[in-house]
C-alpha cells in the first residue's frame, strides 16, 4: 500500500494550481484532466458529474512522490467560511520550509492570508519547532514549519 495524492476542490482550479507551484514550487503532471461519464457518476455519488483540472507533484520526494490533485467541477458546492483549525474533516496541507518568514511572505504575495502568527515550541527528544498556519487564495489551511 502507498499514498497517492490529496486533493482539493477549488473555485477556480488554475489560479490554485499556480500558487502551489509558485510558492511551494510543486510540479505540474501532465496531462490535465478533463473527466466525465457514467463511470464518475457511480464512483462519486454525484449524477451528471464533470470535472477538470491537474495533479502537482509534491516537492521532496521526487518523480514518484505524493500528488496534490486540484480539481474544479463544473458545480461546486461552497464551503462555509472562515477556515477554522477545529473544523472537523481534512485540517490543512503541511510544507516544511527553510524560512518560514519568506515563505510568509510569498503566501501574502500570492494572495494568501495568515490565520495564526509564528510561534515556537520545543518538543523533548525531538527539536526546537517553529510554524504557523495559513491559508491559499481559497482559504484551504496550510502549515508551514521548521524545525531545528
Known amino acids: 500500500m502507498k499514498y497517492v495524492?490529496?486533493?482539493i476542490i477549488a473555485k477556480d482550479w488554475k489560479s490554485l494550481a499556480k500558487f502551489y507551484e509558485e510558492?511551494?514550487?510543486c510540479k505540474p503532471v501532465f496531462p490535465e484532466r478533463k473527466l466525465s461519464g457514467e463511470w464518475l457518476d457511480?464512483?462519486?455519488g454525484i449524477k451528471n458529474a464533470k470535472l477538470e483540472g491537474i495533479h502537482l507533484r509534491l516537492p521532496g520526494y521526487g518523480d514518484q512522490g505524493p500528488t496534490l490533485e486540484?480539481?474544479?467541477?463544473?458545480?461546486n458546492i461552497?464551503?462555509?467560511?472562515?477556515?477554522?483549525a477545529n473544523r472537523e474533516g481534512y485540517g490543512h496541507l503541511a510544507f516544511q520550509v527553510v524560512n518560514l518568514e519568506e515563505t510568509i511572505e510569498k503566501?501574502?504575495?500570492?494572495?494568501g492570508s495568515k490565520i495564526g502568527e509564528v510561534t515556537n515550541k520545543e518538543i523533548e527528544g525531538v527539536g526546537k519547532l517553529s510554524f504557523i498556519y495559513l491559508?491559499?487564495?481559497?482559504?484551504?489551511?496550510?502549515?508551514?514549519q521548521n524545525w531545528s
Not at 461552497?78 to 477554522?84: D, Q, R, S, V
Not at 491559508?135 to 508551514?144: G, S
Request: aromatic letters at 8%; glycine letters at 2%; a negative charge.
Open 78 to 84: 461552497e464551503k462555509a467560511l472562515p477556515p477554522k
Open 107 to 111: 503566501v501574502i504575495k500570492n494572495n
Open 23 to 25: 510558492v511551494f514550487d
Open 70 to 75: 486540484i480539481f474544479s467541477y463544473s458545480e
Open 42 to 44: 457511480i464512483g462519486t
Open 5 to 7: 495524492h490529496t486533493n
Open 135 to 144: 491559508t491559499d487564495p481559497e482559504k484551504n489551511i496550510i502549515e508551514i
